[in-house]
């Protein structure tokens, strides 16, 4: 299989940025509702998690994801999983990036180290599957 038609990439990225766009809704709208913890008991707490679902923020990230997996369909029926799959890995540093700018939440070197590193296995898979490794 040679290299992938530009299609299937750019549905990639797409299913990758809304995916991450949703991760961060989903967190979002999870700051919002409170305390889910199984204080107040386990029925309650799941009562409240059922109801945050139909909150706007939570909402968006749940559609997002349900989009981003018609898209990950239609790219697994054109391109190779072990193609396809490591690039969500992608997902992680724009979650991270989109975290730290939306969210303010901190990002340690570490983490950024570990980010570089995900962003190279990623070009080491690219650059693998371009040679018909």
């Known amino acids: 299989m ?3 038609p530009i299609v299937p ?4 990225l797409v ?3 809304l995916g991450s766009i949703g991760q961060v809704s989903l967190r979002y709208g999870a700051s919002k509702l409170g305390d889910l913890r199984a204080g107040n008991g386990i029925a309650a707490s799941l009562v409240m998690a059922v109801k945050g679902i139909f909150t706007p ?3 968006l990230g749940l559609s997002l994801y349900a989009i981003s997996a018609v898209i990950w369909i239609l790219v697994l029926n054109q391109v190779r999983l072990s193609f396809a799959y490591p690039l ?3 997902s992680y540093v724009l979650v991270v990036l989109l975290s730290a700018a939306i969210l303010h939440e901190r990002v340690p070197i570490v983490t950024v180290a570990g980010l570089v590193f ?3 296995g990623v070009s080491l898979i690219g650059v693998g599957y371009g040679a018909g490794k």
Not at 9 to 12: C, D, G, P, R, T
């Open 57 to 59: 923020y939570v909402f």
């Open 88 to 90: 969500i890995s992608l």
């Open 15 to 17: 299913n990758i940025l």
């Open 118 to 120: 995900i962003c190279l």
């Open 2 to 4: 040679g290299k992938p």
């Open 9 to 12: 990439l750019v549905m990639i």
